[in-house]
């Protein structure tokens, strides 16, 4: 069952609110906060297939948008802002006493991490989902700096195929510096998880990603 509502958020130039999507697991085991990647919303598809069927595996999941979604722009604000609206979801999440891990796609993963590096951000662990090492083609503008200062488990879901990663040696390395990192390979997965000469809605690619992420929120 979903549920949506809304949370207000202290931004640094001042309050707003942003939207949620609650799917709610019914005897959870805990909570996994979920954002959408730079280019869509949480009632993205593949979001919301993925939080449905963390859902049936025994996890709470809340989908949420960052403020540029709110207020009907395309393009990620300021990173200040994605990493204040993380907090007050995980700030959220805690207050049922559950554990809580954060999860993103791309874009919001990223937040996560950088949230997550700086500190105070009470999380089990983290899980990207595709993770933007640099942009397409541009392995000389690597965003890896922060992760080495990250103490919690973190979990890369990566396509093979996936050219935010590429060369793999970059990438490779680059989990190499984590303090405590795991990687699972999606055979022939691109950046969305999509797999050439198979064809499959993304909210059925979501789902498909569920049981990784189950066995690794333990």
């Known amino acids: 069952m979903t549920a949506e509502g809304s949370l207000a958020?202290?931004?640094p130039g001042g309050e707003t609110s942003v939207s949620l999507a609650v799917d709610a697991a019914e005897s959870p085991r805990g909570i996994v906060a979920l954002a959408h990647g730079a280019g869509a919303g949480m009632r993205h598809p593949?979001?919301?297939?993925?939080?449905?069927?963390?859902?049936?595996?025994?996890?709470?999941?809340i989908r949420f948008n960052f403020p540029y979604v709110e207020a009907g722009r395309r393009m990620p604000g300021r990173p200040a802002d994605a990493i204040a609206t993380w907090r007050a979801v995980v700030d959220h999440a805690s207050g049922d006493g559950l554990p809580v891990w954060a999860a993103g796609k791309s874009y919001g993963g990223r937040m996560a991490s950088m949230a997550a590096a700086e500190g105070d951000f009470p999380v089990r662990g983290l899980i990207y989902l595709g993770y933007p090492l640099h942009p397409p083609g541009r392995p000389d503008r690597p965003r890896a700096e922060h992760l080495p200062a990250i103490g919690v488990p973190q979990l890369f879901v990566e396509g093979e195929n996936d050219p935010f990663i590429q060369p793999r040696e970059q990438f490779d390395a680059v989990v190499s510096t984590c303090q405590d990192a795991t990687v699972s390979w999606?055979?022939?997965?691109?950046?969305?998880?999509?797999?050439?000469?198979?064809?499959?809605?993304?909210?059925?690619?979501?789902?498909?990603?569920?049981?990784?992420?189950?066995?690794?929120?333990r």
Do not use: M, N, Q
């Open 186 to 217: 999606i055979e022939g997965g691109d950046h969305s998880f999509a797999v050439k000469g198979r064809k499959r809605a993304a909210d059925v690619i979501g789902a498909e990603l569920a049981p990784i992420v189950a066995a690794f929120v």
């Open 46 to 61: 593949f979001l919301a297939g993925l939080g449905a069927a963390l859902a049936g595996e025994g996890l709470t999941v």
């Open 9 to 11: 958020v202290a931004l």
